[in-house]
């Protein structure tokens, strides 16, 4: 009689414990208890792995929080001038703000309400994979000139009915600026195409529009230059089905333009005679590995695309790391253009010049002629 009740009892205290607590309180408390080493135990296996665990209670609930290379995760975030205590501050001080829920991939997002960091929860194949490459990928953006972006955690929630996993990376569109479209650009034309409506649009939509990447001589060098190293870093990590992302912001006045966006090597700047350009983007999505499981659905989508629905020019996701990244930077080369001032434009170019002198801090914006 009293294990019945008891097990009543557990699933009425499961049940209002769900009410009562979001996904975000849970990963609060986690954070916190990280910072402050509060519960924290380590079994011998758990050393080996470098995950540290933490047993905490709500709502007399035991639960687990864990955090997955914590010493690794610190030093990257140092490098960027990260210290713990604002990190865990933007995302426990105020309320992280829910975003959306992908359907194909099942991944769920947040943001920080100072708008620095993205939560995003990742599967336990993705987890492994990435603590796998860990120690390279650290290595690779500390040493590089990298558009890759940021991770800068790895969590795990266990509940009595839950449990997930979560990255914490930073948000590449911090700024607090309207955005009116966001691109995911992948080089392929499977599912690539959104409702102009939406926020976030896709390959077809970009090239729809007869948008490019514009930039300045020396801003398209290294732009290219920097996609071209990282998809070889994550060709040899043995990744596929990435993303570069951008938002593609118009300024009537120069002087309008925030001065952080000269700081930042993932933003470049273009001015012509018609308008300013402002490029914001980052690659993201490098989790997926090529496995047996991608081979199969690539075999699998080649025949339906070519054979049953007699289609030889849709391009799908599921390709080997070689095939996808020439594909991918073949798309970012082929929706480039080097902008360059004509020399009939000579008050153009000195109206612009005079603009630059009155920014002394914009010493990586170039001109050329």
């Known amino acids: 009689m009293n294990k019945k009740f008891d097990f009543y009892k557990k699933s009425y205290n499961i049940i209002y ?3 009562n607590y979001s996904t975000e309180h849970y990963l609060k408390i986690g954070l916190q208890s990280s ?8 079994k011998f296996a758990d050393k080996i792995q470098k ?4 047993k905490l209670k709500c709502n007399n609930f035991d639960w687990k929080f864990k955090c997955y290379n914590k010493v690794k995760f610190e030093k990257i975030r140092n490098f960027y001038g990260i210290e713990s205590n604002y990190y865990i501050n933007s995302l426990c001080t105020e309320n992280i703000i829910s975003g959306k829920t992908y359907p194909k991939s099942g991944a769920k997002f947040w943001k920080t309400s100072d708008n620095k960091y993205i939560v995003k929860t990742i599967t336990k194949n993705e987890c492994k994979f990435f603590r796998h490459i860990l120690k390279k990928y650290s290595n690779y953006i500390q040493e590089n000139n990298t558009y890759l972006v940021k991770i800068l955690g790895l ?9 997930s996993r979560f990255i914490i990376m930073n948000n590449i569109f911090e700024h607090k600026i309207k955005i009116d479209n966001i691109f995911d650009l992948k080089g392929t034309t499977e599912e ?13 939509n970009f090239t729809n529009r007869n948008n490019s990447f514009i930039l300045q001589q020396n801003d398209h060098n290294e732009f290219i230059t920097t996609i071209v190293n990282d998809t070889q870093f994550l060709k040899d990590m043995i990744i ?3 993303s570069l992302i951008v938002a593609i912001i118009e300024y009537d006045l120069y002087e309008n333009i925030p001065k ?4 930042k090597k993932n933003i470049k700047i273009c001015v012509s005679e018609n308008d300013i350009k402002i490029y914001i983007f980052g690659i993201i999505d490098f989790f997926q590995k090529w496995t047996l499981w991608k081979r199969c659905c690539g075999v699998w989508k080649k025949m339906y695309y070519r054979i049953l629905c007699c289609d030889q020019y849709t391009e799908i996701d599921s390709e080997n790391p070689y095939i996808y990244r020439n594909r991918f930077i073949n798309f970012i080369k ?3 253009k080097i902008y360059l001032q004509k020399k009939n434009h000579e008050s153009s170019y000195e109206f612009t010049e005079q603009l630059v002198t009155k920014i002394p801090s914009i010493s990586q914006f170039r001109l050329n002629v």
């Open 260 to 263: 952080e966006f000269f700081e």
């Open 155 to 163: 969590y795990r929630i266990i509940l009595p009915n839950f449990d």
């Open 192 to 204: 690539r195409f959104e409702n102009d409506e939406n926020l976030e649009l896709k390959d077809i």
């Open 240 to 242: 596929m089905d990435y």
């Open 17 to 19: 414990m769900n009410i």
């Open 35 to 42: 910072l402050k080493n509060i519960g924290i135990y380590r």
């Open 51 to 54: 995950i540290d665990t933490y």
């Open 334 to 336: 082929k929706n480039s």
